[in-house]
């Protein structure tokens, strides 16, 4: 028999390891695969995820909240912060180094690959948090019905959100390769 989120973080509030526990493994893979999309570095996602997940281990949430939505939430702000806080070092740093060759051309595909993650990531900057979000919990495979859960709207509302957070991230993107 599986528990509901709502009773295991009923509890997680009464001290319960094996509580924390359960919620932990039925949600980290989708926490951190946002995470992954968001950063592009595996390392940092699964550092980030920990950290969503000791928020939630500190201050567990109240009744009737909804646990993941209320994690990819968190998980999604805290993968914009660490993607801007990486923006503004490197700006500090101001030092840009060419780590490929002539003669290299599987770092130059590298290369290229990083900067395509880089202008995806810098468009999902662009637009507003919240559709960033949807967009990258749908290309997750979320259906309509979680990511309405998510977001706290109506599951007929998710196709025009969605319709519009691709229009702003399209937009977002071509302004970005101008």
């Given amino acids: 028999m599986t528990l509901s989120d709502a009773l295991l973080l009923e509890g997680v509030r009464q001290g319960d390891e094996a509580s924390?526990?359960?919620?932990?493994?039925?949600?980290y893979y989708r926490v951190y695969q946002l995470l992954v999309r968001l950063v592009g570095n595996a390392g940092e996602a699964e550092e980030l995820a920990q950290d969503v997940f000791l928020r939630l281990y500190q201050r567990p949430l109240k009744?009737?909240?909804?646990?993941?939505g209320w994690l990819y939430r968190v998980a999604t702000n805290?993968?914009?912060?660490?993607?801007?806080?990486?923006?503004?070092?490197?700006?500090r740093e101001d030092t840009v180094t060419a780590e490929t060759s002539p003669s290299a051309p599987s770092a130059a595909v590298e290369a290229e690959r990083r900067a395509s993650v880089a202008e995806v990531q810098a468009a999902l900057a662009?637009?507003?948090?919240?559709?960033?979000?949807?967009?990258?919990?749908?290309?997750?495979?979320?259906?309509?019905?979680e990511?309405?859960?998510?977001?706290?709207?109506?599951?007929?509302?998710?196709?025009t959100m969605l319709?519009?957070?691709?229009?702003?991230?399209?937009?977002?993107?071509?302004?970005?390769?101008?």
């Fill in 78 to 91: 805290m993968g914009y912060n660490a993607f801007r806080a990486r923006k503004r070092r490197s700006r």
């Fill in 20 to 27: 924390f526990e359960a919620l932990f493994h039925r949600h």
């Fill in 126 to 145: 662009r637009i507003k948090p919240r559709q960033g979000q949807l967009l990258i919990l749908r290309q997750m495979g979320f259906s309509y019905q």
């Fill in 163 to 178: 319709a519009r957070a691709e229009r702003a991230f399209r937009i977002a993107y071509q302004g970005g390769r101008l």
């Fill in 147 to 159: 990511l309405a859960g998510v977001l706290k709207v109506s599951p007929n509302s998710i196709g």
């Fill in 63 to 68: 009744r009737g909240d909804n646990v993941g």
